[in-house]
């Protein structure tokens, strides 16, 4: 065997041991000084969110069982958490839908033109298109059987809260999303509040999107969030998406997201992050998991990175995530483009698990001026680090 082999395994020996952490031998965890008091820790945090996910979906099929039945104005929100509605396509989508509740189902034709009846992919995208600009106060998005199978974008900025019932899944057709920058789901409304999804997903063909067919490309994201202002997701699983699992961005001369709470998510296989922030003027990230992101550089479970011209990053708190797995680091801090003259960089995480593959923290690009500090806090950091240190920015652990 080669040298140049048997440093490539022992570099793969490494770099497994590092991801199995406290699911490798108790003699394996204690050679990598994690310790007993670390593995319980992980072990604590694992079962707390565990817990997390299935009390939130308790309470999501509880909500569900309340709202089956209700009727919403033309014919929408019948028969909702029970499937498609009842007088689905009667018409609900002529003028629009104004009321308390509708169901998304009520949007799609009676008979489909795909294969049994069911309706196309085209067919689907429409009607969740236009279910997502109606102004209601709650839209629920019902398990069909099978997934809300999209030919296009979506995009949101009608309903106050959308509810996507435990089963549902929301996923991209085969041969659609083409353009570089097509996104699976997109909101851009500051009067969207919540966006509640135990026990649902948001998928995308990743795989398809590296081959034949298919420009190369970082930006085809799965939940891309402009100018919200409170909103609250939680409970979903993105995976497999072309670009990032969620896209906290901001575009020049618009608002960041202000007050973005994102809690019990779960956030795998994604192509270039687990989760980017651009900018956030109060940012939570609350119970969520960000594992096996590949495909892009930076490939981080969670980066905190700006573009020119962005807000930077004030108020923002990871607390009791995992982050594992990731082929590039699991937090990346990189402000390289905010310079000295932006807000000063006020992130901190706590109670979480940082596990680098074997990379865990990446903090550099705060030359020029950035100010401001990372604050690591109560938290189990695994593997490599690799920090800049400066007068004006702070690393801190405690």
């Known amino acids: 065997m080669s040298i140049k082999s048997s440093l490539s395994l022992m570099l793969a020996a490494i770099v497994l041991l590092v991801d199995l952490g406290c699911a490798a031998s108790p003699r394996a965890a204690e050679a990598q000084g994690v310790g007993e008091r670390g593995c ?9 969110i565990a817990e ?44 629009g839908v104004a009321g308390r509740v509708a169901d998304a189902s009520a949007w799609l034709p009676a008979r489909g033109s795909g294969s049994a009846g069911k309706p196309s992919a085209t067919e689907m995208t429409r009607a969740l298109n236009a279910a997502f600009g109606a102004k209601v106060d709650l839209l629920v998005v019902p398990d069909l059987g099978y997934p809300w199978t999209m030919d296009k974008p979506l995009y949101v900025d009608g309903p106050a809260e959308i509810l996507l019932a435990p089963g549902s899944e929301i996923t991209t057709a085969e041969g659609a999303f083409k353009a570089k920058g097509d996104c699976l789901l997109t909101v851009r409304s500051a009067r969207l509040k919540r966006i509640s999804g135990y026990g649902a997903r948001l998928s995308m063909r990743g795989d398809d999107y590296r081959g034949p067919g298919y420009g190369r490309s970082q930006w085809r994201h799965g939940l891309a969030l402009f100018e919200t202002v409170d909103l609250t997701v939680e409970g979903l699983e993105v995976r497999d998406t072309g670009g990032d699992g969620i896209y906290v ?4 001369g618009a608002p960041p997201n ?24 109060g940012f939570l990230m609350d119970g969520c998991v960000a594992a096996r992101t590949r495909g892009t550089a930076p490939q981080a479970g969670i980066d905190f990175e700006p573009n020119a011209g962005t807000w930077g990053f004030e108020r923002c708190v990871v607390r009791s995530c995992i982050l594992e797995g990731n082929s590039g680091a699991a937090l990346s801090v ?14 901190r995480v706590e109670t979480s698990l940082v596990s680098g593959a ?10 020029g001026g950035v100010k401001g500090r990372l604050e690591i806090v109560d938290s189990v950091v695994r593997g ?12 801190e652990f405690r």
């Open 40 to 48: 319980d820790f992980e072990r604590s945090l694992r079962s707390r």
């Open 258 to 281: 202000r007050n973005l709470s994102l809690l019990d998510l779960r956030l795998e296989a994604n192509h270039r992050q687990g989760i980017s922030v651009i900018a956030a003027d």
């Open 334 to 347: 990189h402000p390289v483009k905010l310079g000295g003259e932006g807000r000063p960089i006020d992130i």
């Open 249 to 252: 961005g901001q575009e020049r």
């Open 358 to 367: 074997p990379l865990a923290l990446w903090a550099r690009g705060m030359g």
């Open 384 to 395: 490599l680090r690799s920090i800049q240190k400066t007068r004006d920015f702070r690393v």
């Open 52 to 95: 997390r996910r299935e009390t939130g979906l308790a309470r999501s099929k509880a909500r569900l069982a309340g709202l089956a039945g209700t009727v919403g104005p033309a014919g929408a929100g019948a028969g909702v958490g029970t499937g498609v509605g009842a007088g689905a396509g009667a018409g609900a989508g002529a003028g």
